[in-house]
């Protein structure tokens, strides 16, 4: 993490502190690892497949490793499994669906990718819905084919987290902490040098050193008083980069269910 704060440079965080806690390295535990991963939910735990299996891997989550957004998605995936399906209509449903919002080269990238994405998860033990052998596909709104892929009825994200997370157990170079909250990046001349960490039932955190650290802690929604995000999504990885000096952006985009709205 190299971005520079322009809200330090515009004084805008200057009633900031930089550590909810003040830090004595000399008395606390020191823990060291290649890569530290914080959040257990699907893009942290996936990252942690991608990682050389020669390097230690450190993946913290401050609840159960089972309590993430990933966990409690409901809707499918979409992806171009259909024959008759291509993969220019689901590019053209996407932009059409975003407005301008979209970046093209991104979306592209994503809807290319998805079938072998979406091959992967079966190889790694995700069980789809299927009838009579064939995976069953579904179509929702802004979608022209029928290419959305469910399990358990509604409840995919439950699914595909189950499969994930026996893999990544069965990683011997991956290390899972449980109930253990971030409570700060460690930093040292604008990089990010791992993280001060509180485990359940240390009276101390835990300073983790990490070659490579990578923030993948998930949304806010419980910032709001209405949400139909899980307990865990509070925002607190928004927070630390923050206070290390990240910029933030695009926070006025929020995941919400319309039953939210009254």
């Known amino acids: 993490m190299t971005a520079p704060n322009r809200f330090i440079e515009l004084g805008l965080q200057s009633s900031f502190p930089r550590y909810l806690l003040p ?88 809807v290319q990718e998805a079938p072998r ?41 439950k699914e595909i987290m189950r499969a994930i997370i026996a893999k990544t157990r069965d990683s011997k170079n991956c290390e899972i902490w449980e109930t253990a909250f971030t409570l700060d990046l460690l930093t040292h001349e604008g990089r990010c040098c791992g993280a001060a960490i509180a485990r359940d039932g240390k009276s101390e955190p835990v300073l983790v050193w990490s070659n490579q650290t990578l923030l993948c802690t998930g949304g806010c929604g419980q910032v709001y008083r209405e949400s139909t995000n899980p307990r865990v999504a509070t925002g607190d990885g928004h927070a630390i980069a923050f206070r290390a000096g990240a910029v933030v952006r695009d926070m006025e985009f929020m995941q919400f269910h319309p039953t939210v709205l009254y």
């Open 23 to 110: 830090l004595r390295p000399r008395r606390m535990m020191h823990y060291f690892t290649d890569v530290l991963i914080i959040g257990g939910g699907l893009a942290g735990l996936r990252a942690a497949q991608e990682i050389d299996p020669s390097l230690d891997v450190l993946i913290v989550t401050k609840d159960h490793i089972q309590e993430s957004n990933s966990n409690y998605a409901q809707g499918g995936i979409a992806s171009v499994w259909d024959p008759e399906d291509q993969f220019d209509n689901h590019v053209a449903d996407t932009l059409k669906a975003g407005g301008s919002l979209c970046d093209p080269e991104v979306v592209e990238r994503v």
């Open 117 to 157: 994405r979406i091959a992967e998860l079966i190889r790694w033990g995700t069980q789809f819905d299927q009838r009579d052998g064939e995976i069953l596909l579904g179509r929702e709104g802004g979608h022209s084919h029928q290419r959305i892929l469910h399990a358990l009825g509604d409840a995919t994200g």
